[in-house]
């Protein structure tokens, strides 16, 4: 069993910048996709940013282009999502995932779940 814990969400303006950290449980995790994505209120989970096992590899929604990086640490087992030029549509729990395949954008990809870390940017 994989548990994720997510931290790093907050309060910020639009235009502003926060980095959220996801840390697993084990080191096997190493050689997991992982992948980050959102949840607002009365919308479904969508997909944001996914990375592969080696950070070598990396897949964003449209919506975050230019603007997210994941990146990944495999010596500390942990997962980041810099996000910058945050817009007030950004706002969402942010969640992130482990999977063992590609880099999908789907929810079915992935097995493990964190409890999610709520952003909101203010206009």
């Known amino acids: 069993q994989v548990q994720l814990v997510e931290s790093g969400g907050g309060l910020v303006q639009a235009g502003g910048s926060l980095r959220l950290s996801c840390a697993a449980s084990?080191?096997?995790?190493?050689?997991?996709?992982m992948a980050w994505f959102r949840q607002a209120p009365g919308k479904e989970r969508e997909f944001v940013a996914a990375?592969?096992?080696?950070?070598?590899?990396?897949n964003y929604a449209d919506s975050v282009k230019g603007r997210f990086t994941a990146s990944r640490d495999n010596a500390e087992n942990t997962v980041y999502l810099q996000m910058n030029g945050l817009k007030p549509e950004d706002t969402a729990v942010y969640y992130c995932?482990?999977?063992?395949?590609?880099?999908?954008?789907?929810?079915?990809?992935?097995?493990?779940w964190g409890q999610g870390t709520q952003v909101t940017v203010s206009s």
């Open positions: 995932a482990a999977g063992q395949l590609g880099i999908r954008p789907t929810t079915s990809n992935y097995n493990y």
């Open positions: 084990r080191r096997t995790v190493s050689s997991y996709t």
């Open positions: 990375i592969n096992w080696s950070g070598g590899s990396t």
